[in-house]
């Protein structure tokens, strides 16, 4: 399996910008589809955003859509969820995952490998 490491979350205010990263070692990440995924507390795990392996085709909850975008670079093995227009919704631990079975999906079980995830706080 690809190890994970997300890092980038903090403390920021309301409609200020916040950008993650996902670094992975182990395995070549331009083989796998990576989510992002989120958990505030008491809340099921929620889909977020999603990128092929090549990062022609992207994913978004329609929560986020249009304020996030997500990206990868695979020479750095690395990928990328840009926050824009952050609301206090949007507070939570956010995870990246990625699953080998070539296909995105919203359903996080999908997903084999999984980041330690990184706190997104947002003050109103």
């Keep these: 399996q690809v190890q994970l490491v997300e890092s980038g979350g903090g403390l920021v205010q309301a409609g200020d910008s916040l950008s993650l990263s996902c670094a992975a070692s182990g395995r070549t990440l331009s083989n796998y ?3 992002w ?3 505030a507390p008491g809340k099921e795990r929620e889909f977020v955003a999603a990128i092929s392996w090549s990062g ?3 994913y978004y909850a329609d929560s986020v859509k249009d304020r996030f975008t997500m990206s990868r ?3 750095k093995n690395t990928v990328y969820l840009q926050m824009n227009s952050l609301k206090p919704e ?3 631990m956010y995870y990246c995952a990625a699953n080998g ?3 995105y999906y919203s359903d996080y079980r999908r997903y084999d490998s999984w980041g330690q995830g990184t706190q997104v706080t947002v003050s109103s």
Excluded: M
Aim: avoid cysteine.
């Design 101 to 103: 079975r070539g296909y």
């Design 37 to 39: 995924f989120r958990q």
């Design 73 to 75: 670079d695979n020479a």
């Design 90 to 92: 949007d507070t939570a």
């Design 56 to 58: 022609s085709s992207r």
């Design 33 to 35: 589809v990576v989510g």
